[in-house]
C-alpha cells in the first residue's frame, strides 16, 4: 500500500508534512521563492529556476484542473470518474 503524506504551510518559513494522524515532521522552507511570490516570479523571468516539475508549473496545474473537473462531473453523474 503506498504511503500518503499531506504538507500544510505553517508560516512563510515552514510547512508540516504529516504521514499519519499521530505522525508530523516540520520541514523548514529553504527556497525564497515560496515565502516571496515576486521572487519566485524573478527567477523564473531570468532563468535561474527549472520550472518543468515545479509545483505551480503549467503541466501540473493541467492536471490539477483535470481532478477537479472530473470531481465535478463525478458529483453531477453520481458514479465514479476514471481518469
Same mark, same amino acid.
Not at 23 to 40: C, E, M
Given at each position: ?8 504551510p505553517?508560516?512563510?518559513? !515552514? &510547512?508540516? *508534512?504529516?504521514? @499519519? =494522524?499521530?505522525?508530523q !515532521? #516540520?520541514? =523548514?522552507?529553504? #527556497?525564497?521563492?515560496? *515565502?516571496?511570490?515576486?521572487?519566485? &516570479?524573478?527567477?523564473?523571468? @531570468?532563468?535561474?529556476?527549472? !520550472?518543468? #516539475?515545479?509545483?505551480? @508549473?503549467?503541466? #501540473? ?6 481532478? &477537479? ?7 453531477? *453523474?453520481?458514479? *465514479?470518474?476514471?481518469?
Amino acid at each position: 500500500m503506498a504511503r500518503t503524506f499531506r504538507f500544510m504551510p505553517i508560516d512563510g518559513s !515552514t &510547512l508540516v *508534512r504529516y504521514s @499519519s =494522524p499521530g505522525s508530523q !515532521t #516540520n520541514i =523548514p522552507v529553504k #527556497n525564497g521563492y515560496f *515565502r516571496d511570490h515576486l521572487a519566485y &516570479l524573478e527567477a523564473v523571468l @531570468s532563468g535561474t529556476m527549472d !520550472t518543468e #516539475n515545479d509545483l505551480s @508549473s503549467l503541466a #501540473n496545474n493541467l492536471i490539477v484542473v483535470e481532478i &477537479l473537473h472530473a470531481a465535478r462531473e463525478s458529483a453531477k *453523474r453520481g458514479e *465514479r470518474i476514471v481518469l
